[in-house]
């Protein structure tokens, strides 16, 4: 499967951004699919998982309610709602998909190229 992320932008603190990943090449709902990011002189860390039907979600501590993650397997499309956003969530953000739900970044074998998210003060 191929994925294509996009939808970052420069946003304000307390603003709102919207992210897609779009899947190509293979089954979407067949896929767990996850978001990750990775801020200058950091490591990738995890943000968010989904599962197949799209019912079970996981979110890192630092954003649990303030994005959420969704996806559309008519559109073969996974997405990332991201408000009240903060300083601290600038990063390229990235999904991939994995054969199981999991934080582990080793065990998601598919990457999108990222999307550049930066948030002002």
């Known amino acids: 499967v191929q994925l294509q992320a996009s939808g970052g932008g420069l946003a304000q603190t307390g603003g709102s951004l919207r992210l897609s990943c779009a899947a190509s090449?293979?089954?979407?709902?067949?896929?767990?699919m996850a978001w990750f990011r990775q801020a200058p002189g950091k490591e990738r860390e995890f943000v968010a998982n989904?599962?197949?039907?799209?019912?079970?979600?996981l979110y890192t501590d630092s954003v649990k309610g303030r994005f959420t993650m969704s996806r559309d397997n008519v559109k073969n499309t996974a997405y990332q709602q991201m408000d009240s956003l903060q300083p601290e969530d600038t990063a390229v953000y990235y999904c991939?998909?994995?054969?199981?739900?999991?934080?582990?970044?080793?065990?998601?074998?598919?990457w999108g190229q990222g999307t550049q998210v930066t948030v002002s003060s």
């Open positions: 090449g293979g089954t979407f709902s067949d896929y767990l």
């Open positions: 991939a998909t994995a054969p199981r739900l999991t934080r582990v970044l080793d065990e998601y074998d598919q």
């Open positions: 989904i599962n197949w039907s799209g019912k079970n979600t």
